[in-house]
């Protein structure tokens, strides 16, 4: 059975192997940019059996590249062209599929970084002492001013907003 992640590399082969058919049978030449994806596609092939995560590097990079139109893997060029840059969407619609069916793969080679206990209490003593600050500088608006900054359309950040509301409190209760 044919694992899914490797689609995009077999569509990969099989483009290849039949530009290098058309060039045999026809006047096609093939030129650098398929040498380039031949040898980048066989390392890739050769990742994948071997090592998954120089797999998901090297194969994004040969899709990347192809996107940007440096390597081919068709015997026709097909591009289309965004200002003075050319793209190739055989090459976006395999970086497509490619990411579809790997995300497992890919969230193992680049892991979402997880906030330690220790970085969200860094995070809330920042977010504490910048809402002191704010109180100090909206201490003596007038009540509406303080209002439209709490309000939570207003544009201002939640720590203004959080300081602006904790004074609207402070002067209710008085």
Do not use: W
């Amino acid at each position: 059975m044919i694992k899914k992640e490797i689609i995009p590399l077999l569509i990969c082969i099989l483009l290849l192997l039949y530009s290098i058919g058309i060039t045999l049978l026809t006047d096609y030449v093939l030129n650098y940019k398929h040498y380039l994806a031949i040898v980048l596609t066989g390392v890739s092939t050769i990742f994948y059996f071997k090592n998954k995560k120089m797999f998901v590097y090297v194969f994004g990079l040969t899709l990347i590249l192809g996107i940007i139109n440096l390597i081919d893997i068709y015997y026709s060029n097909i591009t289309f062209s965004i200002g003075s840059i050319n793209f190739n969407p055989i090459f976006l619609v395999l970086l497509i599929i490619y990411l579809a069916l790997n995300k497992k793969q890919l969230n193992e080679v680049f892991p979402e970084k997880k906030l330690t206990e220790q970085d969200l209490t860094d995070k809330n003593r920042e977010s504490e002492k910048l809402i002191k600050s704010y109180q100090r500088k909206f201490q003596s608006k007038p009540e509406s001013e303080l209002k439209s900054i709490a309000d939570k359309n207003s544009g201002y950040t939640e720590e203004a907003k959080t300081a602006a509301k904790r004074i609207l409190k402070i002067k209710d209760r008085s």
